[in-house]
C-alpha cells in the first residue's frame, strides 16, 4: 500500500507541472499580443512625424528660389537702365535754338540778340580796316548767367559764327563799332552787354552764332545757336 501511494503522488507530481508548463506557455501569449500595440504605435508616430517635418522643410526652399532669381533680375534690369556715368560732368548736349529778338536758355547761360549790321561801314579815316577782300559785319547781344557757378566770359572764346557757306567767321580784335563786348567773370545774374564784330568774306552774310564757353567742362553743355536769317 505505501508503494502504490508513492507513484501516486508523484504522478500527481508530474501532472501537476506539466498542467503548470502548458499554462505557462499559453499565457506568454497574450503577455507578448499586448505589449505589441505600444510599441506598434510608436513606429507609426515616428513615421507619422517624418514626412509631415520633411514636407514644410521643403516648401521654404523650392519658394524662395524664385524670389531670388527675380531679386537679381530686377538688380541687372535697374543697373541696366541706370545712366553712364560722366567723368567730366559735361551734362547735356546738343543745341538750343532761337532768333533774333528771342531769348534762349540753358541751365546755365541766356541768350538773347537783338540787332545784326551786315556789313559794318568803315570810316575812311578808322585806324583800323578789315583785310583785302573782307568785310565786317556785327552783332548786338546779351549773354547772361542763369547757373550757380561763375563763367570766364570771352566772346573769342565764347562766341563763334559761321556764314552762309558754313563757313567760320572770327571775331575782330581790331573792329571800332559800337560798344564792343568786354570779357568778364559772370556770377549768377550777371550779364555781359555789347556788340561783337566778325570778319568775313564780302560776297557773304553772317548765318548764325553758336554761344557756348569751350573751356567752361562742368554742366550743361548745349550749345545756344541764333538763326540771324533777315
Request: net charge neutral.
Amino acid at each position: 500500500m505505501d508503494l502504490k501511494r508513492g507513484f501516486g503522488l508523484v504522478g500527481a507530481v508530474g501532472v501537476t507541472l506539466s498542467v503548470g508548463a502548458c499554462t505557462s506557455v499559453d499565457g506568454s501569449s497574450p503577455a507578448a499580443s499586448a505589449s505589441a500595440p505600444p510599441s506598434a504605435a510608436v513606429s507609426s508616430n515616428a513615421a507619422a512625424q517624418t514626412p509631415s517635418a520633411a514636407t514644410p522643410a521643403a516648401a521654404p526652399e523650392s519658394s524662395s528660389a524664385p524670389a531670388t532669381s527675380a531679386g537679381a533680375a530686377s538688380s541687372e534690369a535697374a543697373a541696366s537702365s541706370a545712366p553712364a556715368s560722366d567723368p567730366l560732368g559735361s551734362g547735356q548736349q546738343g543745341l538750343v535754338t532761337t532768333k533774333v529778338g528771342a531769348e534762349a536758355k540753358t541751365s546755365k547761360l541766356s541768350v538773347k540778340v537783338t540787332k545784326v549790321v551786315d556789313p559794318v561801314p568803315a570810316g575812311d579815316s578808322a585806324v583800323f580796316k578789315p583785310g583785302a577782300g573782307k568785310k565786317w559785319a556785327a552783332v548786338s547781344m546779351t549773354v547772361t548767367n542763369v547757373g550757380g557757378t561763375p563763367i570766364n566770359f570771352s566772346p573769342s572764346m565764347c562766341i563763334d559764327a559761321k556764314t552762309t557757306t558754313n563757313g567760320s567767321a572770327s571775331a575782330s580784335l581790331f573792329a571800332d563799332y559800337g560798344s564792343p563786348m568786354d570779357s568778364s567773370t559772370l556770377h549768377k545774374g550777371d550779364a555781359a552787354s555789347g556788340d561783337v564784330t566778325f570778319e568775313l568774306p564780302k560776297n557773304q552774310k553772317l548765318k548764325s552764332v553758336d554761344v557756348r564757353c569751350s573751356l567752361d567742362f562742368a554742366g550743361d553743355q548745349r550749345t545756344i545757336r541764333v538763326d540771324l536769317a533777315q
